[in-house]
Each structure stands twice: as C-alpha cells, then as structure tokens.
C-alpha cells in the first residue's frame, strides 16, 4: 500500500457519509428519543412498583440487580426488533439506487464497503444503547449488582447487535430488495434459534458438555446461549467468562456471514445473486416434479385407456388450459396482487405446513407439563409474523412506486384517490384474509389439546378451575377462545394496515416505512400502559388487583393475553366490572375498532396531500 493511500483508507470515507446522512436525519433523533423515553418509563415503573411495595425508600437498596435485569432484556428486544430494519438496507438500498456500481469503480474495495457498511450501521445502534448507560448506573447505585456483571451484560448487548448487523449486512448482499433482505434475516435468526434445538431433540448433534449446568442442551443454544448467559450474570448465576465463551459461536458465525457478504459483492457487482423469485420458481418447479411423480400412475392409465402416448396426453393436458388474459377490470389491483409475493396462496400453503409441522412435533418430543406454554408460544409467534406480513406488504403500496420512480404514472390513471386506495390495497386484504387459516389451526390444536380452565368464583383460593370436553363449560369457553382470537386477529392486522398506508404514504422507502410502522406499534402497546400504570403505582393502588380494571385497554396486546390464557378473572376481582368475557372482549374491540377508524379516515384525509394529487370530478 502506497503512502497516499493511507490516508484515504483511514478516513473511511463511506463510513463517513453515512454518519453525516444520519444526522440529517429527523428519524435519528426521533428514535433516540423514543427509546430514551421507553427506557425511562421501565425504569420509572419499577421504582414506582418498588415503592409503593415498602414504605421507605431505603428499603429498594439491594433491588439494583433486577432494574439491570429489566433493562439488559429491553435494550436486547430493541436490537433484535429495530436494528433488521436498520441495517437490511445497506447494499441492497445502493443497488435499487444503481449505485453500488459507481462505489465499486473507486477506491473502496468490497472488503471495505462490508467493513463500513457494517460499521454504519453497528455505530448508531450502539449509540441507542448508550441511553441506557446512566440508568445502569442507578441500577448500580441500588446495590445488589457487581460491576462484573454490568460489563458481562455489555458484551452480551455487544455481541447481539454484532450478530444481528452482520446477519443483515449479508442479506441485504444477497438478496436483491431490502424487503427480501428484511424477511431472510428473521428467516436466518429462526434457523439459528431453532435449527440446533431441533436437531438436538432429533439426537443429531454431539454430546459435547461445554457448560456443566446446561449439559448438551447448551450445544443446542449454541447461537442464543449468550444471551442467557448475560441474564445470568446479573442475577449472579454466570461469570463473563461464561458470557464470553458462549459468545464465541455467534461471533465465528458474524466473520463467516461477512466474508460471504464480500464475495457475494466481489462476484455479484451490481446483480444480486439470490431474489425470493429463484426461490419461488425453485419451489414451483420441486412441487410439480413431485405431483408429476405421484400422478405417473394415473397419467400412464389414462394413456393406455385413451391410445394416446404418454408425452402427447401430457401435453393435451397442458394445452387445454386457455392462457390468462388481462384483466380489464381493477386492473391496479390484479398488479398489485401479481408482484407481491406474499399474497400468494403457495407461501401460505408452505407456512401453514411450516407451522403446523413445527408444532406437532416440537408437542410430540416435548413433556405434557410443557405443553400449554408450547401453544402460548407458537399462537404468539403466528400472530407476530402475520402482523409483519401485513406490515410488509403494505408498506410496498406506495412506497415501492417511489423507490422504482413509477408513481407518477400511477398517478395518470383514471382512478379517485380512494379507488386507487382500495385497489393497492386489495394485495394486503387477501393475505390479511390467507392469514386467518393458519390462526384457525393453530386454535384447533390448541383447544383439542391443551388445557381449558373456567372462571368459578373469585371469593375461592382457586378462582379458576380445568374443565374437560365433555362438559358444557369447555364449548362456551371454546367459543369465547375462537371469538377472541379471530376478531383480535382480524382488527389488529387492519389496524396495522392503515398505520403502515401512513407511512407508506409518508416516506420514499419501504423500509423507513416498515421502521416506522413497527416504532408506532410498538409505542402503542408499552407506552400507553406505562403512563396510565405509574400514576397508580405512586398513589399505592396495584393494577393487578384491578381496583380500576380500564387499564387492561390501554396495551392491544393485554385482553388478547388473557384470552389466550384464561385470565379473565382478573379483570373479575373489581366490584363494579361486569363478570363477563364477552363484554371484556367487545369492550376491547370496540376501543380500537374506533382508534382503527381514526387512523382510517385520517389516511384517507391526507392522502391527496401525501400524494400531491386531487380527484379530477371527469373521473366520477
């Protein structure tokens, strides 16, 4: 390396630019401060729950191991939640803009692009991390923490977003959009979670005792197990030397996805070399060359029983279909509905089997004392994919037409602005509406298979007791599980649509819209609950013995909860709250049945604004 080179390579001009976009940025400084304020209102909750517990203050000194606690867990759900979205756009983004080229002719050799990309985006997720520094050190005041274990829990935080930004940086390497970047790292993270647990349960990996006190399921976590490790440092269980070993698996992992990421970007150039496309036409091709297989028998009888040979019945067969002609009618909508691939009734087919097959079989390797959290678990698990779903696909509506510089032409034909509203979003109905049948089964297996307990009285040392089949009480609470899931389901997912046409609408990027929309959700469910909980905690009244039960509706995802698991006799304990579920459930979903309504009519208000269009009155 020549010495005029050096400084050009130390000043990391990529890296450079990036940082100084960001600070531009209003979203940067948005999301600091609704983390910030996120992370205040968990630490001023539980100073308040603390208090109101003892009547003096002194008595919270020693508690400052779980206020660490409580805040590792929140800063590693922001990582895990906000930093994909974050960072999944980084090579991809440069391709959509056709500029990754120009940044390949210069000096910056693709090592060097990952190394800053990579750095990019890792720089302000550490900064969001450092909020919670001074709250640490409150935590640290209170007493019952070592300062070892605050710097096991910070290389725990570490090693997550190192994990996450790398598995993102490689995606967005591969994969050609920086939504199919977005969707395959969740893709990966579930592989990396789930794939060794599987294949220890099938009796496929080592018996390699690494940890004494986990034994060979500490194999099985190899990708996640740092992550309890940082948590167990804290309450004083671990050592960093723990935390640090079990780090070494993600860490090896995060240089091999980014050496991949290198070539990907060496070999690739300007093309991406996977798209969800290959996959798909992939997957077309596997499933018609198994239905080929299994019909041979019945395509070789009907050849012989007809005389013709076997080639020419096939492609009789193929021929007979008339090709598909152009819709004359919504024609917007059959476009929309045509690219997004998410909408298709194939991917959903695969993940019903997906789900389906998880969940059977992680019940049949599992214990019955398990198996009811095995049912919490996988209905909460389908129903955050299916907001993401959603989330995805309408978060192209409009923002994709800028990122591909077609919205102008859109905008040319002959359609209002509510028609041309209705039509986009026909593509996030119908996987709204395909994304009720993985919901039914799921509530099927659940209700035949788990466990059905029934409000008896809350004057008893068991308000609540387990009812059987047989019994009346089990069809009512059945019906009241179905009615509570489905209309939950169906609410929220529309509820999300219209947040996610907002932003849409509002931004020239599908993933500033996904980030977002999930930011605004998220805000909706934690920061509500907390400002309406912390005022009755400082005037001593417990909201869990629900002396004022409305604070239930204050979070969307409370009243599904207890639906999910038969809590409703908390809501009971009130002298004045009806003892009745339905009533609880249609309180709920008349709540934000009217917030969907708002947000609705306010999309609609500002869409001529956000679009820079109004209705012409020759097209009524």
């Known amino acids: ?184 790292t969740y893709l990966l993270f579930a592989m990396m979670g789930l794939g060794p647990l599987i294949l220890n349960e099938m009796g496929l990996l080592p018996n390699v005792n690494w940890f004494p006190v986990f034994g060979n399921d500490a194999m099985a976590a190899m990708f996640v197990l740092f992550l309890g490790m940082s948590v167990g440092a804290i309450e004083g269980f671990a050592s960093i030397r723990d935390v640090c070993f079990s780090a070494i698996p993600p860490l090896m992992v995060a240089a091999v996805m980014l050496v991949i990421s290198r070539f990907a970007i060496a070999h690739g150039q300007q093309d991406a070399p996977l798209s969800f496309q290959t996959f798909a036409k992939f997957g077309h091709r596997t499933g018609s060359f198994v239905f080929d297989c299994a019909t041979f028998p019945a395509q070789l009888l009907f050849s012989m029983i007809s005389g013709i040979p076997h080639t020419e019945s096939q492609t009789f067969l193929d021929d007979s279909r008339p090709p598909r002609a152009f819709p004359t009618l919504l024609p917007v909508a059959w476009r929309e509905r045509q690219i997004s691939a998410l909408s298709g009734w194939r991917l959903h087919a695969t993940l019903l089997c997906t789900v389906m097959a998880l969940e059977w079989g992680w019940l049949i390797s599992a214990n019955d004392y398990h198996s009811e959290e095995i049912f919490v678990l996988f209905d909460a698990g389908v129903f955050i994919v299916s907001l993401l779903m959603v989330i995805g696909v309408t978060c192209r509506t409009f923002a994709s037409e800028r990122e591909r510089q077609t919205l102008d032409l859109l905008l040319t034909t002959p359609l209002t602005n509510r028609e041309l509203l209705k039509e986009k979003l026909s593509a996030a109905n119908r996987t709204t509406l395909f994304l009720l049948v993985p919901f039914f089964f799921t509530a099927i297996t659940h209700l035949l298979f788990g466990t059905i307990r029934v409000y008896v009285s809350a004057m008893s040392y068991f308000p609540t007791r387990e009812v059987s089949m047989l019994e009346g009480a089990w069809w009512h609470a059945a019906w009241r599980y179905l009615f509570g899931l489905f209309t939950h389901a169906l609410l929220y997912m529309t509820l999300a649509k219209w947040i996610a046409v907002y932003f849409s609408l509002s931004f020239g990027s599908q993933m500033k819209a996904m980030l977002g929309t999930i930011l605004s959700i998220l805000g909706l469910c934690i920061i509500p609950v907390m400002l309406f909980v912390i005022p009755l905690l400082l005037l001593g009244t417990d909201p869990g013995q629900a002396d004022l039960p409305i604070w239930c509706f204050t979070s969307p995802a409370i009243i599904p909860a207890f639906n999910e698991t038969n809590e409703f006799y908390t809501l009971f304990r009130s002298s004045w709250w009806p003892r009745s579920e339905y009533f609880t459930l249609l309180v709920n979903l008349s709540v934000y049945g009217t917030l969907t309504l708002l947000v609705r009519s306010f999309v609609i208000w500002r869409q001529p604004a956000l679009l820079n269009r109004r209705d012409s009155g020759s097209w009524r």
């Open 1 to 184: 390396m020549n010495l005029p080179q050096i400084p050009a390579w130390i000043e990391l001009p990529l890296l450079k630019r990036e940082l100084i976009e960001n600070s531009h940025k209003k979203r940067t400084y948005v999301l600091r401060i609704l983390v910030a304020l996120i992370f205040m209102l968990v630490m001023l909750l539980f100073y308040s729950s603390q208090v109101s517990q003892y009547t003096s203050v002194l008595q919270v000194m020693g508690r400052g191991r779980e206020l660490a606690a409580i805040l590792l867990v929140c800063n590693l759900v922001a990582i895990y939640v906000l930093l994909p979205a974050m960072a999944c756009s980084a090579i991809s983004s440069e391709r959509e803009r056709q500029t990754l080229s120009l940044i390949l002719i210069t000096r910056i050799t693709p090592g060097a692009l990952i190394a800053e990309k990579f750095l990019s985006r890792l720089v302000p997720m550490m900064a969001l991390m450092l909020i919670t520094l001074p709250m640490l050190s409150i935590a640290y005041m209170l007493g019952g923490l070592r300062l070892e274990a605050v710097f096991a829990a910070l290389l725990g935080l570490f090693t997550a977003a190192v994990q996450v930004n790398s598995t993102a940086i490689m995606c967005s390497a591969l994969f050609r959009t920086s939504l199919e970047a977005f969707w395959a």
